[in-house]
């Protein structure tokens, strides 16, 4: 039985290539895919801020060449994921005080 930890590693995998296959290359995701991806799976982070979606395909695509590969993919989810993680920890400290 997977752990939790291969179970989220796989999810992450299973997500990049359910919308990297819908058109074109189907190991890179294409500005448009990319964008339906952040609005459909990280839904809250984009009401929060719309203009968040156009701003991480920016910064994402290393190489400009307009796609994501899977690896810059992983690397937009490990620096969201280090923010969300330094949210949580500056209002757990908020809140000790």
């Known amino acids: ?13 299973r997500i990049f290539h359910q919308y990297s ?28 801020d719309p203009q968040l979606v156009d701003k991480i395909i920016q910064d994402l695509d290393a190489d400009k060449d307009i796609e994501v590969d899977f690896n810059e993919f992983v690397v937009m989810l490990a620096a969201l994921t280090v923010a969300c993680n330094d949210y949580f920890v500056e209002q757990l400290k908020k809140k000790g005080e």
Do not use: H, S, V
């Open 21 to 48: 296959c819908k058109e074109g290359d189907r190991f890179r995701l294409n500005k448009g895919q990319l964008k339906m991806l952040l609005q459909q799976e990280l839904t809250e982070l984009c009401q929060k």
């Open 1 to 13: 039985m997977p752990t939790q930890l291969e179970m989220a590693m796989n999810i992450m995998i």
